[in-house]
Every structure is written in structure tokens, then in C-alpha cells.
């Protein structure tokens, strides 16, 4: 279950005529000067999966020439993607064939060297007739299948609430639910603290603090959740990650009062 999604920014290149090619952009010369450019837009996302296609980067002129016209590619110096472990390039040159407007750059993602975080590559054309900062960056991030959803046995160990030492730990099952494409509900996030049985029930008239979750390439992550008092956020330092054996361990901290714990599910 996954979903690619590919996202262009639009790019228009205002000329002074107004024939245009089928792209929509003006063909005629930029100041009586040939001019070479990135079609598609400044920027793009790349999600690699284990069987993705290339991405393909169009280049255009905004004339014909009876002869190929070939231009240089540099990987900027601002990149944070690395050649041979995040994507590979099958030349460091692309050409606009004679008689033609348009030529295009096929940039290959290695899955098993991307990670979720994502990473920049930023290319620069180079060549005669290039258009000032022709520059494209293309965010390579690895997408993986997911699938968490299913039964756990939750154990969480807590790092501060208004009651320790006492309800140091706790295990309890936990039903991990899909509710989207990578998404998933938590129904008892902080592991009992606040729910039924719990010390905060009593004390505080709390209930079952649920959560969403987000999961790919093995790490979660999530925003916008909160208790009854505040965000519930990633605690700092924390691991957030499904490991081996499918265990998955979460680390939270809840911004209005500080309590925090660790809570590892492990499937039954």
C-alpha cells in the first residue's frame, strides 16, 4: 500500500512574443538570444520506492537548431544527495537534438541508499545560452511499504509523572489501527497513565490520551497530538522506530506538565 505522488512547482518564462510551443512557453528568442532552461519548474520531490522508474528532468530551448545542442550538469555544491548512494546519473551532460526543442535528464534513485529524511539534489546547467541560475532541486526521499496495523503488547517505562515511583512501568495490549495510506491510530498513546485504571483517571478525571502516528522506512513520527494539558511531542533523544522482529518503540513527552516515557509494542 503506497502511494507516489509526484510534485512540480510551476515555472513561467516571460518572453517578449507570444508564440508559444506545447508546453506553453514562448519559442522565440530571449533578447534575440537562444535560450536554454528547465521546462518543468526549479524543483521537484522523488519518492523511491524499491521498483521505481527514473525521474525525469526536461531541459527546453526556446529555438530550433539544425544541430544537437549538448549542455553540462553540475551537482551543486549546496546538494546533500550523493551520487552512487542516493540516485545515479547515466551522463553529466544533456542534449536537445537538432531540429528539436526539447531534450531530458533521467535522474535514477537507489533506494537501498535513500533514507525517509530525504535528501537535495541540486543540478546546475551549464552551457552557452543558459539561463542565469538554471538550477533544479530535486528532493530524494525513500517511500517503503508500510504495514504496522495489528495487535501489540505495550510495555511502557515512564521518565516523570505526578506519581512515580509508584506505576513505574506499565504493559498493557494495544491495538494499532490504519487509518490511512503509512497512517495509524494509537487508541492508548502514553501506555495507561491517563485511561481507566490509570493514576491520572483517578486524580485528574483524565481518559485515554489517543494518537496518530505516521510510519516509513521504519521510523514514526508524528505532529499535532496532544493530552489534556498541552502537545504531545517526540521526546528529545528519543528513538521513534520499528526494529527487528517488527518491535516498535516510541518515545513521547507531553509539553504541559513533562511527563514522558517509553513505550515498546511488541506483536503478539
Not at 521505481?52 to 549546496?78: K, N
Not at 521518565?159 to 487509518?179: A, C, K, R, S, W
Not at 491510530?185 to 496518530?212: H, K, M, Q, V
Request: with cysteine; glycine share 12%.
Amino acid at each position: 500500500m503506497k502511494k507516489i505522488i509526484y510534485s512540480l512547482l510551476t515555472f513561467t518564462l516571460v518572453f517578449s512574443c507570444s508564440d508559444t510551443d506545447d508546453h506553453g512557453v514562448d519559442v522565440n528568442n530571449f533578447n534575440g538570444e537562444s535560450v536554454a532552461y528547465y521546462t518543468g519548474g526549479v524543483s521537484g520531490s522523488y519518492f523511491v520506492t524499491s521498483s521505481a522508474d527514473a525521474y525525469m528532468i526536461e531541459v527546453g530551448a526556446t529555438d530550433l537548431s539544425s544541430s544537437d545542442r549538448t549542455y553540462t550538469l553540475e551537482i551543486d555544491e549546496s546538494s546533500t544527495a550523493t551520487e552512487g548512494v542516493d540516485f545515479s546519473l547515466g551522463n553529466m551532460s544533456v542534449t536537445i537534438p537538432a531540429n528539436s526543442y526539447f531534450g531530458s535528464i533521467d535522474v535514477q534513485g537507489i533506494f537501498a541508499g535513500t533514507t525517509a529524511e530525504g535528501s537535495n539534489l541540486v543540478l546546475n546547467l551549464v552551457g552557452e545560452g543558459v539561463m542565469v541560475n538554471a538550477q533544479f532541486d530535486l528532493f530524494i526521499v525513500q517511500l517503503c511499504v508500510s504495514d504496522i496495523a495489528g495487535m501489540y503488547s505495550m510495555t511502557t517505562t515512564y521518565g516523570y509523572h505526578d506519581f512515580l515511583p509508584t506505576f513505574e512501568t506499565n504493559t498493557q495490549d494495544i491495538e494499532i489501527v490504519e487509518i490511512g495510506e503509512g497512517v495509524y491510530s494509537i487508541a492508548d498513546f502514553t501506555g495507561g497513565l491517563y485511561s481507566e485504571g490509570g493514576p491520572y483517571e483517578g486524580a485528574y478525571n483524565t481518559s485515554a490520551t489517543y494518537a496518530e502516528i505516521s510510519e516509513n522506512c521504519g521510523l514514526i513520527s508524528w505532529s499535532g497530538q496532544s493530552d489534556n494539558w498541552g502537545a504531545m511531542v517526540p521526546l528529545e533523544g528519543g528513538e521513534n522506530s520499528v526494529g527487528a522482529n517488527g518491535v516498535i518503540t516510541i518515545s513521547w513527552y507531553c509539553e504541559g506538565y513533562g511527563e514522558n516515557g517509553v513505550s515498546v509494542y511488541t506483536p503478539l
